[in-house]
C-alpha cells in the first residue's frame, strides 16, 4: 500500500444519516483529517450534516463528488445495496474506503471490490466496531495463546427490538434487493463478528431462518448451531423482536468462561472472566491474575477503531485485525442463510471460490405469522 501524505488527509463522506454522524466526530477530532465533501441525495440531511461540521463541498451523488473533488479517503455510510458499486468508484478514483457494515451483499461482490482495491493500491476497510476495545483485545490475546484454556461451547444472542412502524418504514430496509438481508445481517453480524474475533475461523453451519411477526420480505429471526475450526460449538440467536434488547457472546472452555453483556458497545465493566470450580459443585476458583482485565480500559466504538486505520493508511501498513478480514461474518451470514434455505449444514468448503453460494444470500424464509381471521 502507498504511504500517504504525512500532511492533512481529506476525505469524503457519502451518506449522512445517523451512523454518518460517528464517522464525523471521531474525524473531526484528528488534526490531520479534513472533512472536504459529503455526498447525499436528501438536501436538507446533507446540508444540515454539513452545517454541524464546517464541510464545504456537498453533492447529491458520490458519482458528482469524485467528479469535482479529490480526497484521500471516502467513507461509505449508505445503505448496504449501494456499498460495491461505490466502493470500486472510490477506490478507482485513487481513494482509500471506510465502509460501514455490512461491507456488501455477497460473498462474489466483496471479492470484487477488494479485487479492485488490490488492483489500485488502495485499502477497503469494513467497520466492525466490536473488535476494538481493550477488554476485548485483552480477551482475544488469552483465547488465542491457550491461556484461557480449550474453546468448548458458547452462546451468541443478538435480541434487538426494532418496529415496524419507524424502523422498517424507511424503504430500503426488510427488503433482499436493498437491504440484503434482515436481523442476521443488519443487527446480528455486529456480534458474529466479535465472535469470529474471539474463536477464529467456522468449520460448519445448521441454521434455520423464520418471520414471526415483522412485514418483511426477509426473516425477523434466525437460529444456527455453529461449529468453528477449533472444535467449539456455539449456538446463535438473531432477533429484532425482544423487547428487553442485549447483545450477550459468552465462550466456555475448559478452564473457564468468558462473557460480554452489553448493547451497542462494550467496555471493561461489560466482561466477566470466571474460573472453572476446583470440583463439580464447588465455587468457582479465584481467576488468575494474567486474566485481569486492563485498567487503562478504552471501550469499543468508531474512535479506536478509525485510529487504528488511519494509523495505519498513514504509514502505508496492512488494515489493523480491526478492521480487516471481512470475509468472516460475511461468510457466517451466507452460511446461515444457505442452511436454512437447503435444509442441511453447510461448510466452510460449500462456500469455496467458484461456489453458487457465494453470489448471494438464499431465501429460505418459514413465515410463522399467525393468517389474519
Known sequence: MTELSQGVLKVAIVGTGAIAHAHASVLAADPQVAIAAVADPNPTVRDAFADQFGVAGRYDSLDDLLAAETVDV????????????????????????????????????????????????????VVFQQRTGTAVGHVQKLLADGTLGRPLVGVCHTLWYRKQEDYYAVPWRGKWATEGGGPLLGLGIHQLDLLGFLLGEWAEVDARAFRLDRDLETEDTSTAVVRFANGAIVSVL???LAPRQTSYVRVDTTLGTVEVEHLYGHDAR???????????????????????????????????????????????EPLPPVAAEP???????????????????????DLAPGSTLRDGFLHGIEDLRPTPA
Open 270 to 316: 461489560a466482561w466477566r472472566l470466571t474460573a472453572a470450580p476446583d470440583r463439580t459443585g464447588g465455587e468457582p476458583v479465584e481467576t488468575p491474575a494474567s486474566w485481569t482485565l486492563p485498567t487503562d480500559d478504552e471501550p469499543s466504538g468508531h474512535t479506536p477503531l478509525l485510529r487504528a486505520v488511519y494509523a495505519a493508511l498513514r504509514a502505508g
Open 327 to 349: 470475509h468472516r461474518s460475511l461468510e457466517l451470514v451466507t452460511a446461515i442463510y444457505a442452511s436454512a434455505s437447503l435444509g442441511r449444514p453447510v461448510t466452510k468448503a
Open 74 to 125: 471516502v467513507h461509505l455510510c449508505t445503505p448496504p445495496g449501494l456499498h460495491k458499486d461505490q466502493a470500486i468508484a472510490a477506490l478507482r478514483a485513487g481513494a482509500h474506503v471506510v465502509c460501514e457494515k455490512p461491507p456488501v451483499l455477497s460473498l462474489a461482490d466483496l471479492d470484487a471490490v477488494l479485487e479492485v482495491a488490490q488492483e489500485v493500491g488502495r485499502e477497503y476497510a
Open 238 to 240: 438473531t432477533t429484532a
